[in-house]
């Protein structure tokens, strides 16, 4: 958003990198937004194919071909003066690449069966979940027209790697789509241990679905779609196996009888307590080794660590400040 600060206000062009559902439209938006000016125009690129494409981008002039029966507009003509949205520009076939580039270079265009150039200044903001520097090395993207997009590159990441951007996004489509809906907090849990393969595009539609198909405000994890479901499923055997998994090879303890008061013998606090060769830990130190290794065995997945715990995931970021681990 800093970055997006920066860029609003220039005509820099801008090449916004990310996997599909992350949000690159509601990022090239947000850009044009705060430049005030012209138009917003999208043009999908995966969606122009054949011989329309170039009309589609360029226009054409009454009579240029069979069915051309008036004049038309194409979106780069319609741009001009504001910005033009090339989403998954990695789509564009070379021959399009070439004359993008033109356009980009001297302003100007010429609508198919026109002899006359016309101009258009826009400002570019290009989007792809492609990796455009390997297309480059492959030969399938112009090396030039990467250069002339890529002056500052955004890379949005994908909301695996951002999981405590969910109940913040959760709380949003709740205000979009909601009736005073809420989750609970073992829903909520579910949410944030889900990959997310569809992004934030996934989890609107998950918002969506939920509050379509249940009348109460109460959302809870029977109320999940299927994917999510499986997914829990799925992670519910192996979340047992590693909880046994991490306690096996532990002797069972025998029960300790307790001793007559009047015999029973003052105990040193300060001393390490020893049973059958093992240390006694107190509760809480016993807590605090559990987390850690929940922990490492997730590699740091805080749900599903704390679905190996048995604690809500609440508790568990509860736990880490208490015992102020940095995990």
């Known amino acids: 958003m800093r970055l997006i600060d920066k860029l609003g206000p220039s005509r820099w062009p801008v090449l916004i990198l990310g996997e599909t559902g992350t949000g690159k439209e509601v990022v090239a938006r947000t ?3 705060m430049s005030n000016a012209g138009p917003f125009v999208t043009i999908d690129c995966s969606a122009l194919v054949g011989t329309i494409m170039e009309s589609e981008l360029f226009g054409h002039t009454k009579g ?9 507009t194409g979106l780069i003509e319609a ?5 033009a949205f090339f989403d998954e520009i990695g789509e564009l076939p070379l021959d399009m690449q070439s004359k993008l580039l033109r356009v980009l270079q001297e302003k100007e265009f010429r609508p198919v069966g026109s002899l006359t150039p016309r101009k258009s200044d826009f400002r570019i903001v290009a989007a792809t979940n492609r990796d455009l520097a390997k297309e480059v090395e492959r030969g399938t993207f112009r090396r030039d027209l990467y250069y002339r997009l890529n002056v500052v590159t955004l890379k949005l990441a994908p909301l695996r790697d951002r999981r405590d951007d969910v109940p913040l996004l959760v709380s949003h489509f709740l205000e ?36 379509a198909i249940h009348t109460g405000p109460v959302l809870t994890v029977t109320d999940l779609p299927s994917p999510i479901q499986h997914h829990l499923a799925a992670h519910r055997p192996a979340a047992m196996s590693a909880a046994v998994g991490a306690y096996h090879g532990i002797p069972p303890v025998a029960p300790v009888q307790p001793m007559p008061p009047s015999s029973a013998p003052v105990m040193d606090r300060s001393i390490p307590m020893e049973f059958g060769g093992e240390k006694i830990l107190p509760l809480c130190e016993m807590e605090k080794l559990a987390i850690q290794k929940a922990l490492a065995y997730t590699k740091g997945d805080r749900g599903v660590a704390a679905t190996l715990l048995g604690i809500g995931r609440t508790t568990l970021y509860r736990k880490l400040k208490e015992y102020q681990l940095a995990c």
């Open 176 to 211: 979009m789509y909601g009736r005073g809906h809420r989750f609970t907090t073992d829903a909520m849990d579910a949410l944030m241990t889900y990959s997310w393969p569809g992004n934030v595009r996934e989890l609107e539609n998950c918002v969506q679905h939920m509050v």
């Open 64 to 72: 240029a071909f069979t069915g051309a029966f008036a004049q038309k």
């Open 31 to 33: 850009i044009h937004q």
């Open 79 to 83: 741009a001009n003066g504001g910005t």
